[in-house]
């Protein structure tokens, strides 16, 4: 049918008489045919089919789920291992995109050559060693779990009776203490050491302080008037800790053990208050000792050690009863719980730790630094620990949901020291960028900078009645900070 504007509609007949009426007759009558251009359309088709195959190959394909083998899998493909916003999903996915373009042969070789090893190399880093201990060990269990159990008892009853206490009371603390803080000012400085100052703390009665240097000679002070009482030579080396006993200046008699410190060479002295010369020693260590710490009875010391374990001592009788393994790298510090059952590790693998000492097991790990950790603390609450590092940041880690539960960039250089006051009301951290800063425990405010220190802060403490800090320096100072009214 024709409209009159030269356009043709209707069936194949139709359309095939007008052709022959427009000229074409010839050609189909001498039995030619009309060959159509094929190529780009078989083009376009293979290309959909060949999708439709790859999509196919992409669906049979089984991945692992363990983020590590991923990221292995990925470098074996010379592809980036992460991309910015990418999770484990996404990583996956982009995986089997990459491998869905590949023959069998390839695919069969980046899944599964060397899938054994990379497994086995996994478990052996994640994995946490135990060594058969001795029966004197077995002994050291039971006592921290008498002694742990009851001062826990203790603590979840004050924990009540602080929770019962009317909001306002609770408050006001709060105010007090944060007042405090805000009228802290420089009190005294003292040149300690001849060498960088790397530890500072207070005596359990507040009125003394311990210091350790790089010089080897570690020395207890008068803080009153930051006058040395006596100073200790025996190290070799540098020294990078000196911690009082717990009941040191309080009930322990001056000729018993009273001040514990360590070294670069890998040794432990210990040292009264009577002698410049140590009463005694610690089996010595294969790399350098980092930090040490007693356990809040004082009969047991444990030692953080450069050959990536953390070692359990008898303090009384200078025996080794525990060398724990579960870090790849050193072991930077070792915190006992407020109760002595659990012990705190961080190391510079960039992990935690929280060991049972009842049981000897390792019952959290934390995870969630990106370089080295160099200090950690418990909360007096028993639940709540803070860490700190190279990454410049101070996380809070829970105990009970066992996960971080925030994280403060704190300081614009590595954290050397972290310290919580008596009651639990500000924390204080001391950095590399020469700072001392006051930070709230509730909701992680930052409440004040303390300035003083021309060169990095290497260590912070506050004393146990609440009413002084003292923070040592890469300058060879130890400062005491207090309330002015100026």
């Given at each position: 049918?024709?409209?009159?504007?030269?356009?043709?509609?209707?069936?194949?007949?139709?359309?095939?008489?007008?052709?022959?009426?427009?000229?074409?007759?010839?050609?189909?009558e001498?039995?030619?045919?009309?060959e159509?251009?094929?190529?780009?359309?078989?083009?376009?088709?293979?290309?959909?089919?060949?999708?439709?195959?790859?999509?196919?190959?992409?669906?049979?394909?089984?991945?692992?789920?363990?983020?590590?083998?991923?990221?292995?899998?990925?470098?074996m493909?010379?592809?980036?291992?992460?991309?910015?916003?990418?999770?484990?999903?996404?990583?996956?996915?982009?995986?089997?995109a990459?491998?869905?373009?590949?023959?069998?042969?390839?695919?069969?070789?980046?899944?599964?050559?060397?899938?054994?090893?990379?497994?086995?190399?996994?478990?052996?880093?994640?994995?946490?060693?135990?060594?058969?201990?001795?029966?004197?060990?077995?002994?050291?269990?039971?006592?921290?779990?008498?002694?742990?159990?009851?001062?826990?008892k203790?603590?979840?009853?004050?924990?009540?009776?602080?929770?019962?206490?009317?909001?306002?009371?609770?408050?006001?603390?709060?105010?007090?203490?944060?007042?405090?803080?805000?009228?802290i000012?420089?009190?005294?400085?003292?040149?300690?050491?001849?060498?960088?100052?790397?530890?500072?703390?207070?005596?359990?009665?507040?009125?003394?302080?311990?210091?350790?240097?790089?010089?080897?000679?570690?020395?207890?002070?008068?803080?009153?008037?930051?006058?040395?009482?006596?100073?200790?030579?025996?190290?070799?080396?540098?020294?990078?800790?000196?911690?009082?006993?717990?009941?040191?200046?309080?009930?322990?008699?001056?000729?018993?053990?009273?001040?514990a410190?360590?070294?670069?060479?890998?040794?432990?002295?210990?040292?009264?208050?009577s002698?410049?010369?140590?009463?005694?020693?610690?089996?010595?260590?294969?790399?350098?000792?980092?930090?040490?710490?007693?356990?809040?009875?004082?009969?047991?010391?444990?030692?953080?050690?450069?050959?990536s374990?953390?070692?359990?001592?008898?303090?009384?009788?200078?025996?080794?009863?525990?060398?724990?393994?579960?870090?790849?790298?050193?072991?930077?510090?070792?915190?006992?719980?407020?109760?002595g059952?659990?012990?705190?590790?961080?190391?510079?693998?960039?992990?935690?730790?929280?060991?049972?000492?009842?049981?000897?097991?390792?019952?959290?790990?934390?995870?969630?630094?990106?370089?080295?950790?160099?200090?950690?603390?418990?909360?007096?609450?028993?639940y709540?620990?803070?860490?700190?590092?190279?990454?410049?940041?101070?996380?809070?880690?829970?105990?009970?949901m066992?996960?971080?539960?925030?994280?403060?960039?704190?300081?614009?250089?590595?954290?050397?020291?972290?310290?919580?006051?008596?009651?639990?009301?500000?924390?204080?951290?001391?950095?590399?960028?020469n700072l001392?800063?006051?930070?709230?425990?509730?909701?992680?405010?930052?409440?004040?900078?303390?300035?003083?220190?021309?060169?990095k802060?290497?260590?912070?403490?506050?004393?146990?009645?609440?009413?002084?800090?003292?923070?040592?320096?890469?300058?060879?100072?130890?400062?005491?900070?207090?309330?002015?009214?100026?």
């Amino acid at each position: 049918m024709d409209d009159g504007k030269g356009k043709l509609f209707g069936n194949l007949s139709n359309n095939l008489a007008a052709m022959r009426r427009e000229g074409n007759q010839t050609h189909l009558e001498s039995g030619e045919r009309m060959e159509l251009d094929s190529s780009s359309t078989n083009n376009a088709e293979k290309q959909v089919l060949a999708e439709f195959e790859r999509r196919k190959r992409a669906r049979q394909l089984t991945l692992p789920t363990d983020d590590w083998q991923l990221k292995m899998k990925l470098r074996m493909l010379n592809q980036p291992i992460c991309l910015f916003g990418e999770d484990i999903q996404d990583r996956r996915e982009r995986l089997r995109a990459l491998l869905s373009t590949l023959d069998e042969d390839q695919i069969a070789r980046v899944l599964h050559t060397e899938e054994a090893s990379y497994a086995d190399k996994r478990d052996r880093e994640a994995h946490t060693f135990y060594h058969r201990g001795a029966e004197t060990l077995r002994d050291a269990r039971i006592s921290i779990a008498d002694y742990s159990l009851r001062e826990a008892k203790a603590r979840i009853v004050r924990l009540r009776q602080e929770a019962a206490r009317p909001e306002q009371e609770k408050a006001l603390a709060k105010q007090e203490a944060h007042k405090w803080v805000q009228q802290i000012n420089l009190h005294a400085s003292q040149v300690a050491d001849l060498r960088p100052v790397a530890f500072v703390e207070f005596s359990a009665d507040s009125d003394h302080i311990v210091t350790a240097g790089w010089s080897g000679v570690p020395a207890v002070w008068k803080r009153e008037n930051c006058e040395q009482m006596i100073k200790y030579t025996g190290h070799h080396g540098q020294c990078g800790c000196a911690r009082f006993h717990p009941k040191a200046f309080v009930s322990q008699d001056e000729y018993a053990l009273n001040v514990a410190s360590c070294g670069h060479d890998g040794t432990v002295a210990l040292w009264s208050l009577s002698s410049e010369s140590p009463i005694g020693q610690l089996d010595k260590h294969p790399q350098r000792v980092a930090r040490l710490a007693f356990h809040p009875t004082g009969r047991w010391i444990a030692t953080a050690c450069f050959d990536s374990t953390w070692r359990l001592f008898d303090a009384d009788v200078g025996e080794e009863l525990l060398i724990q393994e579960g870090h790849s790298k050193h072991v930077s510090d070792v915190v006992f719980h407020p109760d002595g059952g659990l012990l705190l590790s961080v190391g510079h693998d960039c992990y935690g730790r929280v060991w049972d000492l009842r049981t000897g097991r390792c019952i959290m790990f934390l995870d969630g630094h990106t370089k080295e950790v160099h200090t950690a603390e418990w909360m007096p609450n028993g639940y709540e620990m803070v860490t700190a590092g190279a990454d410049n940041t101070i996380k809070a880690w829970d105990l009970r949901m066992r996960r971080c539960t925030y994280t403060m960039p704190a300081h614009t250089s590595v954290i050397s020291r972290i310290r919580v006051d008596a009651d639990g009301q500000y924390l204080i951290s001391g950095g590399f960028d020469n700072l001392l800063k006051c930070w709230a425990t509730r909701g992680w405010q930052p409440l004040r900078e303390l300035k003083g220190h021309d060169t990095k802060v290497m260590c912070v403490d506050i004393s146990p009645n609440g009413k002084w800090i003292a923070s040592a320096s890469f300058d060879r100072t130890f400062k005491l900070w207090s309330q002015s009214d100026y």
